[in-house]
Every structure is written in structure tokens, then in C-alpha cells.
């Protein structure tokens, strides 16, 4: 397996002549200049020879901010093409302090490696590929694209439920998936039902994702561990086969109780929110009665 690093320049100005600031460690990132490292400030008072650890790891958590690259998972794009998974990166404190030792320490070198670690996707693509070939469950929905701001809502949080994949025994929490939803993060104001009378709020309309996902996901290997009902009845699905969702109130949630992962594929267009569950070979296809659900005045 290779181990990819990323590379920084560390160069160590040394007492000679027309240099001044002895021990100035100066830091480049991709051969930008990022700033400057003086060891003799990392030295114990009173000690010298010694480095300060504690100083020392309060500039390696500076470094790592720098370092940092987060994962990302294998996805399929919006025309279906699968995407490849990227590895992150995470600073080798370790190896980074017993580079930074040998400078303070022989000062015989005016580059070093600042070493990193890959942070593996937590889905890759053949993962995916591989929980991609059977179709276990599936719903539609249907929305009026004149209502933007609804429909505005409905797209932005299939978009954050589409590619979820849940391995066995973990949970689902649309709450949790979905986040927030705030002006900021681009959700508007579209009609809600608030203790059974319609109303305004951000983010009106999610409640058809959540609805046509429960739909989708009442599977035999799918534990219902979290559900409620509107308080007045929706038009998007029969009675009874609602989830209502708020992030301050009640949350659509599921376990997947299969010993394989499971892929939830989703899109909004055209007025149709469609949502469609995977998994490999081995999932079976009978249906589960649903649990009594509970009734939110939402």
C-alpha cells in the first residue's frame, strides 16, 4: 500500500554571517510561504537543550489545521456515473516531533519531509459498486414545481440524503443527515403544519423527503426506531404513511438490521421526488408491518 505525504520545505537558518534570528525554522506549504518557526522560543526557560512539548503541540494543532484534507466517499454523480472515493490526510505528529528534534538537535539539514498519514474514505468504489446491484425498496412522490420555495427545500435535502450508505446495525437520522435548516444553508420559508393548521417556516416541505424515504426504506431488514405523524393529513402520501420531521422536534430515524450496507439513491426534478434503496445480492424482498406511530402536533 502506498503512503502518500504531503510535502513541506523546512529550511533552518543557521549563526553565519548576514543571517540573523538563529533557529528561525521557516515553513513553506506547496512552496507558499506559510510562516516562520523559532525553536529557541519552544526552549524550557532555564533549560536550555530542551524543547517545550507542550508549546511544541500547541504548533503541531496549528500544523494539522494546514495539514488537514478530509476524505471523501465514492458517490454517483447526477447522471449516474460513479465517482471515485479520495484518501484524506492528518498530520504525523509522531514522526513530525522527531523530525523537529533532529533539526534543534544536529542541525544538519536544511530540508526535512513533514510527514502525513492517509485518512481512508469510509466508502470506497467497490463498496459501492458492490451494494449497488439489487433494487430493495423504492417511492415516489409528487410535488408542484410553482411552489419554488418548496420545491427549493425538497431538493436541498434530497441532496443530503442521496448516496447515504448504512452499514448493518447503524442508524439513520434524518436530522442528523439532512443538518439545519437555515437561510443560510439556502432553505426558505414554504408552507409548514403547525399544530394542525398551516403555516410558514424555513425549510417547509422537507416533511415529503422524510415521508417518501420511510416509504421507501419500510423494508423487512429496516427497524422503524423513530417516526410521528402530522397532525392534520398530507396530501403526498395515503394515511398513515407520513413521517413529519422538525430540528427542534421530532426526527424520521431507521436501523439497518441486514449484515449487509445499504445505498439510498434520491433526486428531485420534474416535480417527482424519487427514492430508491440498494444493496448487494443478498437482501431479501419481503415487506415488514410498520410500528404504531406517534403523533406530533407538527
Not at 78 to 94: F, M, V
Not at 222 to 247: C, L, N
Not at 268 to 290: A, M, P, Q, W
Amino acid at each position: 500500500m502506498k503512503v502518500y505525504c504531503m510535502i513541506f520545505f523546512i529550511c533552518l537558518i543557521i549563526m553565519v554571517p548576514k543571517v540573523t534570528n538563529a533557529g528561525i525554522i521557516e515553513l513553506y506549504i506547496d512552496e507558499r510561504e506559510r510562516g516562520n518557526l523559532d525553536l529557541n522560543q519552544y526552549q524550557l526557560l532555564g533549560n536550555e537543550g530542551f524543547l517545550n512539548l507542550q508549546k511544541l503541540y500547541s504548533f503541531m494543532d496549528e500544523l494539522q489545521n494546514e495539514v488537514y484534507t478530509e476524505p471523501k466517499d465514492a458517490y454517483y454523480d447526477s447522471a449516474g456515473q460513479l465517482k471515485i472515493e479520495k484518501e484524506g490526510y492528518t498530520l504525523d505528529r509522531e514522526r513530525f516531533l522527531e523530525l523537529i528534534y533532529q533539526i534543534y538537535y544536529t542541525k544538519n539539514t536544511d530540508k526535512i519531509t513533514v510527514p502525513t498519514r492517509p485518512i481512508h474514505a469510509r466508502v470506497n468504489h467497490a463498496l459501492l459498486r458492490e451494494i449497488s446491484q439489487k433494487q430493495i425498496g423504492f417511492y415516489t412522490t409528487t410535488f408542484r414545481e410553482s411552489n419554488k420555495q418548496r420545491a427549493n427545500n425538497i431538493k436541498l435535502a434530497t441532496e443530503s440524503i442521496n448516496n447515504t450508505v448504512l452499514f448493518p446495525g447503524e442508524v439513520f437520522s434524518f436530522n442528523d443527515t439532512v443538518g439545519e435548516r437555515t437561510r443560510e444553508r439556502g432553505y426558505q420559508k414554504a408552507p409548514v403544519i403547525i399544530k394542525g393548521e398551516l403555516d410558514e417556516d424555513i425549510g417547509g416541505g422537507i416533511c415529503q423527503v422524510s415521508s417518501t424515504l420511510f416509504n421507501a426504506v419500510d423494508l423487512k431488514g429496516i427497524q422503524i426506531t423513530e417516526r410521528y405523524a402530522h397532525s392534520k393529513r398530507v396530501p403526498y402520501v395515503p394515511p398513515g404513511r407520513d413521517a413529519t420531521v422538525s430540528w427542534w422536534g421530532p426526527d424520521f430515524a431507521f436501523k439497518n438490521l441486514y449484515n449487509e450496507p445499504l445505498l439510498i439513491r434520491a433526486r428531485s426534478e420534474k416535480g417527482k421526488l424519487s427514492i430508491f434503496v440498494y444493496s448487494s445480492e443478498n437482501i431479501d424482498l419481503f415487506k415488514k408491518e410498520t410500528m404504531d406511530l406517534q403523533t406530533k402536533n407538527e
